[in-house]
């Protein structure tokens, strides 16, 4: 292999932080996976991450904005959501009831994704949620 070439394709975009813009990442990445079977998925996990940004963090002021990355490549689907900050805490899973009306999106996430990660940075808070294109039987957490 060439020492410039990859196999790993890359995609950013970046969001105002209004509620119609969560419809458009989910577009974006829809298009860019079109074909693939993680397709809705990634679509469902990209529309979460991007509303929490919104809703939870500076990312929903007027000025604010999120930012889409997403990374194929023959092994994982990698969907990154980086916030605008301006919360003290970092975004977390948690357990909620199933007639809870708020704060089950993440928990949603962990569940869809084969992994999780939360990285805090000076700006704000990126989430990373990865698919495995290739699992063996029993590794993904809903099989």
């Not at 079109?34 to 002021?61: M, Y």
Request: proline residues 4%; glycine residues 10%; hydrophobic residues 35%.
């Amino acid at each position: 292999m060439h020492e410039y070439t990859s196999t790993t394709r890359v995609w950013g975009l970046s969001c105002p932080g209004f509620p119609e813009e969560v419809s458009r990442a989910r577009r974006w990445t829809r298009d860019i996976l079109r074909g693939s079977p993680l397709a809705d998925d990634a679509e469902l996990i990209v529309s979460e991450l991007s509303a929490n940004a919104i809703l939870h963090t500076a990312s929903g002021r007027e000025t604010g904005a999120f930012h889409l990355a997403l990374a194929v490549s023959p092994q994982v689907i990698a969907l990154s959501v980086t916030d605008d900050g301006g919360t003290g805490t970092a975004p977390k899973v948690k357990h909620q009831d199933q007639d809870a009306e708020h704060g089950r999106g993440l928990g949603m996430v962990s569940v869809l994704a084969h992994r999780v990660v939360v990285h805090r940075s000076q700006a704000g808070h990126t989430v990373t949620a990865e698919l495995f294109t290739t699992t063996r039987r029993g590794d993904h957490p809903c099989r």
